[in-house]
C-alpha cells in the first residue's frame, strides 16, 4: 500500500459533526447486525462504527413498541441506525426516534435489492426515483440533530447506472457521506464489484465516499481504496462467521501489516460465545437464530462440513454448546485458519 494512502487512512475520517477513528465499517445486515454480533466485531474493531439492521419507518410510525432491531447499547458507539422507507415525513420521525435511541449516524437504505423492499417503494427502487430519494434526505436533515447518510448501489441494471447523478443529488440534499455498493439491483451479490463506477463517484462529490462490495479480506480492502480514492471501506458479507474481519482490515490500513489469522479453536470459542449471547439476548428464539450463524463459523478446516450439519440443527443450548466444546477440543491439533492474504478476495 503506498504510504502517502496509508498516512491518509490512519487519520481520522470526519461525517459531519462526528470524527471517526477508524474508516472501516461494519455493514447493516438483516438478520445479521443484532447487538450479539456487533459486540463481537467491536471487541476486534473498537473504533469501527457499525449499523443496526435495517429497520423500516413505516412499521416503526404504527408500532406501539420499539423494535428490537432498533436497541443499542447505550456503550455502543460510534454506532448508526440504518432506516428504510419511500415516506419521506415516516423517515424523518423514524430519525428523531434514533437519535433518541443513541445514534450518532443516520442512515438512510437506497440499495437493498429485495423484492419485498423494493415492491414498496424503499431500498434500491429509490434509484429509479431520485426526487422522492431527494425529498427524504431533505426531511431527514431537517429534523436530525446527527449526521444523515446515504447508502446505495450504482443504478436498477446495467441498461440504469444512474449513480452519478443520483449521488450528487443526495449531496445537494444534505447527505454528509455515501455508501456505494459497486453493484446494480439487479445484479444482487452476483458478479463483481464494479469499484470503477466508485472511483467517478469519489471524482464529482465532495463529502465522505465509502466503498461497498467484495472486501472480503485486508488485501481487497486496500486494493479497493487505491482503485477508488474512496474515504474507507465497508465489511459485509465476509464478516458473517467471522467477525474478526473488520478488525483485520483496521490493523492492516494503518500499519500495512497483514493480521495473523486466528487459530480454528479461537474461531469455535468465538462461535460459542455468540450462540451463548444470542441466548441470554433472545432466548429460544436466540437458539433458532444461532444456526445461521454457527455454520457460518464452520467452515475452512477439516471436518468443518460434518459440524456445519449438527450446527444447522441445534435445538437448545445445551445441544450446541456440546458440540462446540467437542470441536474446540478436537481442533487443538488444526492448523490456523488461511492467513488474511490467502483468503479468497
Known sequence: ????????????????????????????????????????????????????????????????????????????????IQLF???PDFLAEAAERAVAEGAQIVDINMGCPVNKITKNGGGSSLLRQPEVAAQIVRQVVARSPVPVTVKTRLGWSEQEITILDFARRMEDAGAQAITIHGRTRA?????????????????????????????????AAGRCLQE?????????????????????????????????PPPVATVLTVAKEHLVWLYDYKGASGIRQARKHLTWYAKGFPGAATLRGELCRVETLTQGLDLLDRA??????????????????
Open 187 to 219: 445484479q444482487g451479490f452476483n458478479g463483481a464489484a464494479r469499484w470503477d463506477w466508485i472511483r467517478r463517484v469519489k471524482e464529482v462529490l465532495s463529502i465522505p465516499v465509502i466503498a461497498n462490495g467484495d472486501i472480503f479480506s485486508p488485501k
Open 85 to 87: 422507507d419511500c415516506r
Open 1 to 80: 500500500m503506498p504510504p502517502d494512502l496509508q498516512t491518509k487512512l490512519a487519520q481520522p475520517l470526519r461525517i459531519g459533526n462526528v470524527t471517526l477513528h477508524s474508516r472501516v465499517f461494519q455493514s447493516p445486515l438483516a438478520g445479521v447486525t443484532d447487538r450479539v454480533f456487533r459486540r463481537l466485531v467491536r471487541r476486534y474493531a473498537p473504533h469501527s462504527l457499525t449499523y443496526t439492521e435495517m429497520v423500516s419507518a413505516s412499521g416503526l410510525h404504527y408500532a406501539r413498541e420499539m423494535p428490537r432491531v432498533m436497541e443499542v447499547d447505550p456503550n455502543e458507539a460510534p454506532i448508526a
Open 228 to 260: 477508488t480514492g474512496a474515504d474507507g471501506v465497508m465489511c459485509s458479507r465476509g464478516t458473517m462467521g467471522y467477525p474478526f474481519l473488520v478488525g483485520e482490515v483496521d490493523t492492516f490500513l494503518r500499519t500495512g501489516k497483514l493480521p495473523s
Open 328 to 345: 474446540i477440543d478436537q481442533a487443538a491439533a488444526l492448523p490456523v485458519l488461511p492467513t488474511a492474504a490467502d483468503r479468497e478476495d
